[in-house]
């Protein structure tokens, strides 16, 4: 289930709340439903929604939460939703971003610009405000982006060599599940935001990337190709087309190769 998806799901499990009497009709409904990673706990998504249409009602978030609850647990794609603090809705999905992912790989390969060192490192000043740097060096937050976009490139050379394909289920590890979550909210950023939110989802490949051997995305040696291999290789696919989609709106190339 991608981010937008539960949005009209959760605004769903309102509709028909107010449809069956359980909650009132606001005066104001609610156009959209915004969705947020929840400060505490491990759930994937967090609600508002409660506290909006307690507003003016007559009741509490907190009931007005405990019936949304009730209605969106029933949905399918959808594990689990706990009410937290003054009503809150902390939602995790069943299949913890495999949905996003596959829904990412079905995306046509973006298409990239030309190489241009002096263009980029103008660019990402622009953008940014730092102080244009060709430096191709860990300490730039442009050769991180652009290292990360080309290791994903390598990784799916190395798995065809090795006939691996990409198969996307949830990984339940906190470092892919973090990467996760910064792919879905990309596409709402633009500008100096998705340049600030690429460099956090390009430090959180690298952070997948260079786990502990067991946890490689790509076979190690003579280890046999497993489940877990071919999730991580979607995962760090889609994390590739982001990347790339991402360089190119803001008018910077993503090389292949570095």
Same mark, same amino acid.
């Given at each position: 289930? *991608?981010?937008?998806? $539960?949005? #009209? *799901?959760?605004? +769903?499990?309102w509709s028909r709340a107010v449809a069956e009497g359980a909650l009132p009709d606001p005066a104001e409904p609610p156009d959209r439903v915004t969705l947020r990673?929840?400060? +505490?706990?491990?759930?994937?998504?967090?609600?508002n929604l409660a506290l909006r249409l307690a507003a003016g009602s007559g009741r509490s978030a907190a009931e007005v939460a405990a019936v949304l609850r009730e209605r969106l647990a029933a949905e399918p794609g959808i594990a689990r939703v706990e009410v937290r603090g003054p009503g809150f809705l902390n939602i995790t999905l069943a299949d913890r971003g495999a949905g996003l992912v596959a829904a990412l790989l079905a995306r046509p390969r973006p298409a990239t610009l030309p190489e241009d060192p002096a263009r980029d490192a103008a660019r990402w000043a622009a953008l940014t405000g730092e102080p244009p740097t060709f430096a191709r060096r860990p300490c730039s937050p442009l050769f991180r982006v652009q290292y990360a976009r080309a290791r994903t490139v390598a990784l799916c050379e190395g798995a065809r060599a090795l006939g691996l394909t990409a198969r996307p289920e949830a990984l339940?590890?906190? @470092?892919?599940?973090?990467?996760?979550?910064?792919?879905? !909210? =990309?596409?709402? $950023?633009?500008?100096?935001? $998705?340049?600030? +939110?690429?460099? #956090?989802?390009? !430090?959180a490949f690298l952070d997948v990337l260079y786990a502990p051997a067991e946890r490689s995305v790509l076979p190690v040696g003579?280890?046999?190709?497993?489940? =877990? +291999? #071919? @999730?991580?290789?979607? $995962?760090?696919?889609?994390?590739? *087309?982001?990347?790339?989609?991402?360089?190119t709106q803001l008018g910077i190339s993503a090389p292949d190769h570095l």
């Open positions: 289930m *991608t981010p937008a998806q $539960l949005s #009209r *799901t959760v605004r +769903h499990a990673r929840p400060p +505490h706990g491990d759930a994937d998504y967090a609600s339940p590890g906190a @470092a892919e599940q973090a990467l996760t979550a910064l792919l879905a !909210d =990309a596409a709402r $950023l633009a500008g100096p935001a $998705l340049a600030r +939110h690429l460099v #956090r989802t390009a !430090d003579d280890e046999k190709p497993e489940a =877990a +291999h #071919r @999730a991580r290789l979607a $995962l760090a696919e889609a994390t590739g *087309t982001v990347l790339a989609g991402g360089l």
